[in-house]
């Protein structure tokens, strides 16, 4: 099993910084791309960014040269971070961890619990 928990989010004011962060523990081996998904009410989650454990990161276009992704793969924990700028009111949502990890018969997809983002104007 994987386990996959977040922290870091919280009220901010628009053009402020958040930095959001997953801790990923359990059965790590095998886990390769990682990524970020929002959804805010009444929306459908959508994709913010996504990194491979090669270092490859692909972003919305809605988030590029504000967020950044990236990843620590430790000994028994991988982390993943979202370093996100010069927020919007728009980027208010509940932010999703999101890892994959590769089993014999294909890739299952574990998510985390969820942290609110609140960006006020």
């Known amino acids: 099993q994987v386990q996959l928990v977040e922290s870091g989010g919280g009220l901010v004011q628009a053009g402020g910084s958040l930095r959001l962060s997953c801790a990923v523990s359990?059965?790590?081996?095998?886990?390769?791309?990682m990524g970020w998904y929002r959804q805010a009410p009444g929306k459908q989650r959508e994709l913010v960014a996504t990194i491979t454990n090669g270092g490859n990161t692909n972003y919305a276009d809605s988030v590029k040269g504000r967020f950044t992704i990236s990843r620590d793969n430790a000994k028994n924990t991988v982390y993943l971070y979202l370093q996100m700028n010069s927020l919007k009111p728009e980027d208010t949502a509940v932010y999703y961890c999101?890892?994959?990890?590769?089993?014999?018969?294909?890739?299952?997809?574990?998510w985390g619990q969820g942290t609110q983002v609140t960006v006020s104007s």
């Open positions: 359990g059965s790590i081996f095998s886990i390769d791309a």
């Open positions: 999101n890892a994959w990890k590769y089993y014999s018969g294909g890739g299952v997809p574990y």
